[in-house]
């Protein structure tokens, strides 16, 4: 009987990475030998579920920002030619019309047509937000900064629709930027600990403010803004785990992730499977928590 | 796309003197041409129009690609933009040895090397989450093993498998795109299926000897892994 074939013989044949000679014997050996035919078949199903994978695809904003990264990464552009980086409908449009274009000197004449009038609007806009009006504008918050107002206006309502509730898990939406932005009229009670089933962050963000409603500094709770998903997923991996994957669902007819997580080595451990609502205005509802053994 | 004419200075030169020097091309050529043909269009024409039909052909591939080697969407895009600014940028020094998406290949995998040897960032799951088709949680189920499953190979064997199953190079192009041998290609492939499936054990009789990766030095591996871990933590 012809030696067993190694799983790397056999990855390579399901490849058709192997030569011919060898690939007849390989061949005769799997036609006579289970074990071997068992191992080819679990090595097709791998590959059958990694190729079953869905696609990423960009969307027409991330095409758009690539090629705008690109245009203006290239050297030596004649500063006619970025006034030709148009989004495709209005690429389309402007190319369904008829193919016509006035000679050079007539879009010098609109250029400098419309600069002469950008240039007036600009020095209006200057000289009058110089004055004094202009600056007490800016020293007020920006209404539309804050979010739409949630159902728990202060921290005090948040721990007590979390007491009420313990079989909802709650998580707080980002802190706001700016501690003047909390609600001005209410007090300020003592820093509460929401508490937390999920344990801490499993690393450092130095990119975003931490997602975690923590304290202000005058030790009032922000109001919870609307939490990003990535808030809540981030939230929902467990101490020392690594977020291995995330995905849209539907659950019980709600719109809602599902976040994977687990020790970062190891492929056949433990996931964890959070099921996170999403389409809550302040809060990440977890839904469902399963450990699932691959 | 619909026709237009187009040629190099159009705002200066007239069509008829374009003709002359027979430059003019009309945009909707642009699909047809090769992919070397589009860079070049752009780069020595200005032509951006060119920028968008080869952002158009491989983006969604060299995105997935990033996206699977470095498990979430932020870094991929950042490292698919690095990989198309490269690609104009670079265009003089592309060999026409290989093929062209070859050679994006091998940029991108370098783009993604770079990217998680100074990874900053968790993994960000918004970014990450592919907003097709919600679907039904079981199914997800699935989906969701294997995902994860290629999130914690290690780097090298993540890249291969996903080259060859998502991609489908032949294992003598992924060897170019990661600038390794074939042999080890189809090592690091095979262990990362072996990995995937669970742990397949190797023939009770008549075993081989031991897999070898020729390019790897003994221990490099595990190095790399704890190192990998341990800046994660915080």
């Known amino acids: 009987m012809t030696p067993h074939a190694d799983t790397e013989t056999l990855s390579a044949y399901l490849d058709g990475e192997i030569p011919p000679p060898e690939r007849a014997r390989l061949e005769r050996h799997l036609a006579s030998c289970a074990e071997c035919s068992a191992r080819r078949s679990a090595l097709e199903g791998v590959i059958r579920s990694v190729r079953a994978l869905p696609p990423v695809t960009s969307t027409e904003a991330e095409h758009l920002a690539m090629r705008r990264a690109v245009l203006e990464a290239a050297p030596g552009r004649a500063p006619f030619l970025p006034s030709r980086s148009r989004s495709r409908p209005e690429l389309e449009r402007e190319l369904g019309r008829a193919p016509t274009r006035g000679p050079a000197w007539k879009l010098f004449a609109a250029t400098a047509a419309v600069a002469a009038v950008l240039a007036g609007i600009v020095g209006v806009v200057v000289v009058r937000g110089a004055g004094p009006n202009a600056t007490t504008k800016a020293s007020a918050p920006a209404p539309s900064a804050s979010p739409p107002g949630p159902a728990l206006a202060n921290d005090a309502e948040v721990r007590a629709y979390v007491q009420s509730r313990p079989e909802v898990r709650t998580f707080l939406g980002q802190p706001q930027a700016a501690a003047g932005a909390a609600s001005p009229g209410a007090p300020a009670p003592a820093p509460a600990h929401v508490p937390s089933v999920f344990g801490q962050l499993t690393g450092p963000t130095p990119t975003a403010p931490t997602t975690r409603a923590a304290p202000n500094s005058d030790g009032a709770l922000a109001p919870p ?69 691959p | ?232 933590k915080p």
């Open chain 1, 225 to 293: 803004s609307p939490p990003t998903l990535g808030s809540c997923a981030r939230a929902a991996v467990l101490e020392g785990a690594a977020l291995l994957d995330a995905t849209a669902v539907t659950y019980q007819g709600t719109p809602a992730w599902v976040i994977a997580s687990g020790a970062q080595s190891g492929s056949t451990g433990p996931l964890t499977r959070v099921v996170v609502d999403v389409r809550s205005q302040s809060t990440c509802t977890v839904l469902d928590q399963t450990t699932i053994t």
């Open chain 2, 1 to 232: 796309m619909r026709a237009r004419p187009y040629w190099p200075g159009e705002h200066f030169l007239s069509r008829r003197s374009a003709e002359r020097r027979g430059t003019v091309i009309w945009i909707a050529d642009l699909e047809a041409l090769s992919d070397e043909d589009l860079v070049r269009r752009f780069v020595s024409d200005g032509l951006s129009d060119a920028v968008d039909v080869l952002l158009r052909r491989h983006q969604d591939r060299v995105l997935g690609l990033a996206y699977r080697i470095l498990g979430n969407r932020t870094d991929a895009l950042d490292a698919s933009q690095e990989v198309f600014v490269a690609v104009f940028r670079k265009a003089a020094s592309f060999r026409h040895q290989s093929a062209f998406t070859t050679w994006l290949y091998r940029l991108t995998v370098n783009a993604c090397n770079d990217h998680a040897r100074r990874r900053s960032r968790l993994p960000q799951p918004a970014e990450a989450v592919d907003v097709g088709t919600p679907d039904d949680i079981g199914r997800a189920d699935d989906r969701l093993v294997i995902a994860a499953a290629i999130a914690r190979l290690p780097l090298e064997q993540r890249t291969a498998v996903v080259l060859r199953d998502l991609l489908g190079l032949s294992y003598e192009e992924i060897a170019e795109a990661t600038g390794s041998a074939v042999g080890t290609v189809k090592s690091r492939i095979s262990r990362a299926r072996g990995a995937l499936a669970g742990g397949l054990g190797e023939p009770p009789q008549h075993a081989p000897e031991q897999e070898s990766e020729p390019d790897r030095k003994p221990g490099k591996e595990p190095g790399q892994r704890t190192a990998r871990l341990s800046r994660r």
